[in-house]
């Protein structure tokens, strides 16, 4: 795999270090395939969701990482970098406005012609000139819900030449559970959409984009433990850390990913519900959290294993017998770089 770091003076800037990037991503980390989806000669658009209860408050978008595929690196390939809020008007499970006015757009072309004649798969990172302010901060599925991923444009050559994605599939969740669809076993989240055709709907098998997003926000995201069953994947970061399986031996934990320095004093605030967003006079960030809330920690912050300035990880842990079905566990992470604490993005354990 190449990796190509662009930088488009127009449009995008390779650093912006005064600016967090604390990513987020629900791709297992293993590629099934790379993909265009269904009638790939036409424009099409692969948008991975991150549903309101996943990243809940959020309030900008850094950069993007994404693994793409050319098929023939001799030719440039434009395409637009874009973010999609929910369409209002679409199923009420939610569905991306992507024939609606984006939140954010931006043209790039991958020139891969350096490594010209053949394909190849390119590790592709952008980062907005300016942050993208989201316009809302709050934690309502699927009002507030983003999409984000890439626009690419016809091509009839298709599979000699063009782009794709890649994208991981059977990712370990729990089929027992709904997903975001209301349907067991369809978290909801990979989505195919195809402008020539004017239609939208998720990608097959229940895919995950090889899409990666990073916030200004400090960011939490649960994951599944079962080494015996995910083996090079443990822990789990992908869909399986939203849908665990308990009856399987799934524990659970959480990853906060943070601005603050190594060493920070952190916590994790588990709620079995959540509220709309809300402001205090001690943090920065949003509280997502209703009713009684627990407090796990304090636990010391320490170097990350991916992007962001410090991490916590709190658990894995054994959840107790006798939950609810349906019950779902919502999180958020909290530090102190002092002089403020700063509250992390909303997430959600959707249990059996």
């Known amino acids: 795999m190449k990796t190509l770091l662009l ?8 650093t912006l270090s005064a600016v967090a990037q604390n990513e987020l991503s629900h791709y297992d980390g293993t590629t099934a395939f790379a993909s265009r989806g269904v009638s790939g000669a036409n424009e099409k658009g692969w948008l991975q ?16 990482q994404m693994v793409l595929q050319d098929q023939d690196v001799c030719t440039a390939e434009p395409m637009q970098i874009v973010i999609y809020g929910n369409d209002g008007a679409g ?3 939610g569905e991306p406005d992507a024939f609606g006015t984006p939140i954010a757009a931006g043209n790039v072309t991958l020139d891969g012609s350096g490594f010209c004649p053949g394909g190849f798969a390119f590790t592709f990172t952008v980062t907005w000139s300016t942050p993208i302010v ?5 934690c309502a599925v699927p009002g507030n819900d983003i999409y984000v991923g890439v626009r690419a444009p016809a091509q009839p050559l298709w599979s000699a030449d063009g782009l794709s994605m890649h994208a991981s599939t059977t990712e370990d969740e729990n089929v027992g559970t709904p997903g975001y669809t209301g349907a067991a076993g369809v978290p909801g989240l990979g989505w195919d959409v195809d402008f020539t055709a004017g239609t939208k709907a998720l ?14 926000d400090d960011v939490v995201q649960p994951f599944a433990s079962n080494p015996g069953v995910f083996g090079a994947e443990e822990p789990h970061f992908g ?5 665990p399986d308990l009856a399987r031996g799934d524990q659970v934990g959480v990853r906060l990913r943070s601005s603050a320095p190594v060493g920070t004093s952190s916590w994790l605030l588990v709620s079995a519900s959540s509220a709309p967003a809300s402001t205090n006079a001690l943090s920065n960030g949003v509280l997502c959290l209703g009713g009684f809330i627990v407090i796990v920690g304090p636990v010391s912050t320490i170097a990350p294993g991916g992007q962001a300035t410090s991490e916590s ?5 054994a959840v107790p017998s006798g939950i609810a079905p349906g019950a779902v566990a919502y999180v958020q992470g909290l530090t102190f770089p002092g002089p403020l604490f700063n509250l992390s993005t909303l997430a959600s354990i959707h249990l059996p």
């Open 7 to 14: 930088a488009i003076p127009l449009c995008f800037m390779t």
């Open 49 to 64: 969701r991150i549903p309101g209860d996943q990243a809940g408050g959020a309030s900008q978008i850094h950069s993007h």
């Open 91 to 93: 199923a009420p499970t």
């Open 134 to 138: 989201l316009p809302f901060q709050d």
């Open 203 to 216: 990608g097959t098998s229940n895919r995950a984009w090889n899409n990666r997003t990073r916030f200004v």
């Open 239 to 243: 869909y399986a850390g939203i849908f």
């Open 313 to 317: 990880v709190f658990g894995p842990f």
